[in-house]
């Protein structure tokens, strides 16, 4: 927009009839009107089918249904696992599209139409193409317009721009659907409407459905591929031996002990796969969100609790996020720079209690009620009577009262103090406060009474310099500590805006924003740069070079916060954008993590991944203390899960391989499962833990996971050949309760030898072993050794009470297990450091 024209015609002088009543039937029928609904780009029907059909669902699933048809129900217990994830992440998409559908630019429930030269109220959505609107104060725009008549007109584009000045357009500027008028009226001409108009081209465009990119997820998604590639021929391989172990393949099929080898191979299959993982990982984000919740950030996306960790490079939108949005005054000066003279308070009182105060006169009243203001106004204050006012105009720049004989002028000080003697020194101390980014303001005072002329008032003659009153954007005052705290944790922070470099400077400065180095932010205009380079050109490469060293950007576009954010992750970085306008939302869709304040525009918040709901930048440090607590105990258990699909992959090969029996049932592992992994690893998610993020999760866990599983695994398999060879002897025989019941002898000291090895694993997670991590492991080896003991236990898991040559194996052989994964344990920072080194792992 180019406001370039100063002259007004009354709105009244402009077109006052509008269009006809069967104009606008022909535009309705046309489709021509400001109707606007669009939706995310994926259904509730496409969500539920994205998390239902998934590898991990896909494996589990088929394992599901067979053993419904041909096994025992109680052998399903890992169902309920897959019930449980796939309805945490439905549920939790659902809700982050339901937002997304809410987005809405505009918020003007009615608009003013002249239809058949008659003035009338109709819903937003009943707007038309080429409608003749009357906007008023404080009122958005409801569609792309061109003005046809302007009474002193301002609007607020900020919303749009990202720039805090006002505008002034002028008979013939185009108006911006979403822009909010702040001062004056207008007869405007749709041009835009509905769906081509440019705040819902800007909505539409943000809308677009994307996924918060979470390493805790693709680093599992990634063991599941591996898996995916070997579970199927286990699987078969794992099913063919057990019917040959089943007296051959012929006979196996026929007698319907097929059965029971398709039991044993969907055991290896259940076995082999994290599914716990997944679900943790769910249900972890899930809780990190509802603790947030009770901070006031709203978590649109779960995984995004996670991000905030991973973060280097958070880009802040300066209008609403460092600042409030809102000026103070900083202080009153006299024309030399000390104390204000006698009756300069007062007058800035009166000046600033007019009828429609602008936003200086409403900063300057509340800030002379503040206490180093209040006793030099009680005793300047005495009864007067206003002789004449003249109000703020834009246009004029100044605004005027007079009382008791003297003409008090309020405005810009180049104009009031034009020809005023002695201004130099005054105008150039206005510029010197001007460059460190606050708005001056000059109080000059004269004998005469403002003039007239034949279209507006005129200055008095003689004005002498009375004050100057120095305003500047409030600064949030959490900034501050918020942005020290990001400072110390190596996040590097970037201020991106619409207005002029150098007062975001200042302000940036004035908030403790500092340069990389810890110097002065550098500041850099960015009408320098490209405005939408090529993603894969050299004009990228060119701006991801200048941002580097820049901490501060003005004169930014709304399609070059884009551009800044793709520029900055092409060099590596993980970058979160907060903002509260629009012009932001088509950046924070594009960074890693979105954080929206809760004060901002409604498609800013639809957008982001995060809202701080109270608009609290000091939320942000408790975001990082939860995305911390997810990452570093997500890490601490993975190795859990990861060496269970290490022991269960190596059983099922060699039972493949040797066509031995296998040795377990579905539910044994379940219980494996559930004591050595499942409910421990819960609980140890939810424990403080404020270790700062390091990029590689994956590769620091399969440095333990891998080898200990190893372990594990052989530990199982020696004490199944142990008891398997003793029971194939007649001595052996002694060792068993009643004739008959060798293996399940053999599946119970396995699945003891089995659990030991889960047990010590666990120590390894908790440690160090004080307080409730010790009564957790102890707890767990009480309810594994319960569940030995009590009958009805035994029986449902089709376990046998050990015998005494059975306690010995198991005895031995998990002594042996828990020595290797202990030395595992301590040989692990030799193997990190030799893989790092190599640059393998992190």
């Known amino acids: 927009m180019n406001p370039t024209s100063t002259a007004t015609v009354p709105a009244e002088a402009a077109d006052t009839t509008g269009l006809t009543s069967r104009e606008v039937a022909q535009r309705v029928a046309a489709g021509q009107t400001n109707a606007f609904r669009d939706t995310t780009s994926r259904s509730a029907v496409a969500i539920l089918r994205a998390n239902v059909f998934t590898v991990f669902n896909a494996i589990l699933g088929t394992a599901l249904v067979l053993i419904l048809l041909f096994g025992s129900w109680k052998d399903a217990l890992f169902g309920f696992v897959l019930l449980l994830n796939t309805a945490t992440g439905t549920i939790a998409e659902v809700r982050a599209k339901r937002a997304l559908d809410r987005l809405s630019v505009l918020d003007a429930p009615r608009a003013h139409v002249l239809r058949d030269g008659v003035e009338q109220d109709v819903e937003v959505a009943e707007v038309v193409l080429d409608d003749v609107l009357r906007l008023r104060s404080g009122e958005q725009v409801p569609a792309d317009a061109v003005v046809l008549a302007s009474d002193n007109l301002e609007l607020d584009e900020s919303i749009l721009t990202g720039e805090s000045a006002s505008v002034r357009p002028g008979p013939g500027d185009r108006v911006m659907s979403g822009t909010t ?43 599941l591929r591996w898996i995916s590639w070997v579970i199927v021929p286990v699987a078969l391989l794992l099913f063919w031996s057990q019917l040959r172990q089943n007296g051959g393949v012929a006979q196996a099929l026929t007698s319907g002990q097929w059965q029971a080898a398709l039991v044993a191979g969907i055991a290896g299959v259940v076995g082999m796969v994290p599914q716990g993982l997944v679900l943790l990982t769910s249900v972890n984000f899930a809780t990190a969100s509802l603790a947030l919740a009770r901070r006031n950030v709203l978590v649109q996306e779960l995984p995004a609790v996670e991000v905030l960790a991973r973060v280097d490079t958070l880009c802040l939108d300066k209008t609403g996020t460092v600042t409030t949005g809102s000026i103070r005054l900083e202080e009153v000066t006299g024309p030399d720079g000390g104390a204000p003279g006698r009756g300069v308070l007062e ?122 009153a120095v305003l500047a954007e409030e600064i949030r005052p959490d900034a501050a500590r918020t942005l020290d705290y990001f400072r110390q944790q190596g996040v590097e922070v970037k201020v991106i805006s619409g207005d002029n470099p150098d007062t975001v400077a200042a302000v940036a400065r004035r908030a403790g924003v500092t340069g990389p180095d810890g110097g002065a932010p550098v500041a850099v205009d960015a009408r320098t740069l490209s405005q939408e380079p090529d993603p894969d050109g050299p004009e990228a490469e060119r701006l991801a070079d200048a ?229 957790l492991v102890a707890a767990m080896a009480g309810i594994a050794v319960l569940g030995v003991f009590v009958p009805a236990v035994r029986d449902f898991f089709l376990l046998a009470w050990p015998a005494a040559g059975t306690w010995w194996v198991v005895l031995i052989v998990s002594a042996a297990a828990v020595a290797g994964i202990e030395a595992v344990y301590l040989a692990r920072p030799r193997l990190v450091a030799y893989l790092h080194g190599r640059g393998l792992v992190n």
């Open 547 to 775: 941002l580097e060293g820049a901490s501060v950007l003005g004169r930014v576009t709304p399609e070059q916060k884009r551009a800044f954010v793709r520029a900055l992750k092409s060099r590596g970085r993980v970058v979160a954008m907060t903002g509260d306008g629009v012009n932001d939302a088509l950046a924070l869709k594009d960074a890693d993590l979105g954080i929206a304040m809760g004060n901002g525009a409604p498609a800013t918040k639809a957008v982001a991944r995060l809202v701080l709901l109270k608009g609290e930048f000091s939320a942000l440090p408790g975001v990082v203390a939860q995305g911390r607590r997810v990452m570093a105990n997500t890490e601490r258990i993975a190795s859990l899960f990861l060496a269970k699909t290490v022991y269960a992959s190596l059983i099922a090969v060699v039972v493949s391989l040797t066509a031995i029996a296998y040795p377990f049932l579905p539910r044994q592992l379940t219980i494996v499962s559930s004591l050595t992994i499942g409910i421990p690893a819960f609980i140890l998610a939810l424990a403080p833990n404020s270790r700062r993020y390091r990029a590689g999760f994956l590769g620091r866990v399969l440095t333990l996971a891998v080898p200990a599983g190893l372990v594990a695994g052989c530990a199982t398999l020696a004490a199944r050949t142990w008891l398997v060879a003793g029971c194939a002897t007649l001595a052996a025989r002694t060792w068993l309760v009643a004739s008959g019941a060798e293996q399940a002898q053999v599946t119970t000291g396995a699945t003891l030898v089995l659990v030991c090895s889960g047990l010590w694993l666990l120590t390894l997670t908790a440690r160090p072993l004080l307080g409730w991590r010790l009564g």
């Open 181 to 223: 008028v702040t001062a004056g009226t207008a007869l405007v001409r749709t041009t835009a409407v509905g769906a081509d108009a440019y705040a819902h081209r800007l909505a539409r465009e943000a809308r677009r459905y994307s996924v918060v990119t979470s390493e805790l997820q693709e680093g599992t998604n990634r063991v």
């Open 347 to 468: 007058a800035l009182a009166a000046l600033s209690d007019g009828e429609d105060p602008n936003a200086t006169a409403v900063a300057i009243a509340r800030g002379l009620t503040e206490e180093r203001y209040l006793g030099e106004r009680a005793a300047a204050a005495r009864a007067r009577t206003v002789e004449a006012a003249v109000p703020f105009s834009s246009r004029r720049k100044w605004s005027a009262v007079r009382y008791d004989g003297v003409t008090w002028v309020l405005g810009a000080p180049e104009i009031i103090l034009a020809t005023a003697p002695g201004a130099d020194v005054v105008l150039a101390r206005a510029r010197e406060r001007a460059a460190d980014g606050a708005r001056v303001v000059a109080l000059a005072c004269s004998s005469e009474p403002c003039g007239e002329d034949a279209e507006d008032h005129l200055l008095p003659g003689g004005l002498e310099p009375a004050a100057l």
